[in-house]
């Protein structure tokens, strides 16, 4: 989310958004104009201005090309316009990391993500850790140490550690639990899940 400081959002001043945009009835009216245009002129410069635009992206390995809304989420063209259901729409406000996908290999929540910020982008959903029919090994610990108890929340976790075990093969169990906080278990199945981590750590050291 943009950052709002002294009342700007970054890039575009509340002035500048009002002036752009107009209020209440004249907005109305100016808002299909600006929509029809490439960016409208601020202090800072040229802001782009979207009704919709064509993306291209590479989700699990397959590109896709899809037209999005300015105001559309990563998540909802998954889920609901490209059919793939791994990442879970739970609390929508990035706080319980049930979405969580890796877009270039970050770790990011896909609720709070624009789909136009994935163009040109590669995306991975935990649709996409198994290679060659194969489990990644961090899937294969959850299942060995019962790390999931309802599941509702696990893609995210698997996406998660995997993104973190690809730097840290070797990490502390303090490590695990920072590198997972941003993940929610309502179950409470922490020490399952922690030690599933730590054992598919050890399976991919030894790889």
């Known amino acids: 989310m943009d950052k709002r400081t002294d ?3 970054r890039g575009v001043s509340r002035r500048d958004f009002i002036k752009g945009m107009g209020a209440g009835a004249l907005g109305s009216a100016v808002i299909p104009q600006l929509l029809g245009q490439e960016a409208i002129q601020t202090k800072r410069g040229r802001v782009p201005v979207y009704e919709k635009k064509q993306v291209a992206l ?13 105001n559309e989420t990563l998540l909802d063209v998954l889920r609901d316009r490209l059919g793939v259901t791994g990442p879970k ?17 970050t770790p990011v929540y896909a609720c709070m993500s624009l789909a136009i910020r994935a163009d040109g982008r590669s995306v991975t959903t935990v649709e996409g850790l198994a290679k060659d ?11 060995e140490n019962d790390g999931y108890q309802c599941g509702f929340c696990t893609p995210g976790f698997l996406v998660t550690a995997a993104a973190f075990l690809d730097g840290n093969r070797n990490p502390a169990t303090g490590e695990i639990e920072r590198a997972l906080s941003g993940n ?24």
């Open 7 to 9: 009342g700007k959002v």
């Open 58 to 70: 590479t989700v699990n390995g397959k590109p896709a090309s899809l037209m999005v809304a300015p």
């Open 89 to 105: 729409k739970v609390c929508d406000h990035g706080q319980c990391g049930g979405c969580t996908v890796l877009l270039d290999g």
């Open 133 to 143: 029919g194969r489990l990644h090994p961090v899937q294969d610990a959850f299942i």
């Open 184 to 207: 929610l278990c309502r179950c409470g199945n922490y020490p399952k899940i922690h030690r599933a981590v730590a054992a598919a750590a050890r399976k991919m050291k030894g790889a």
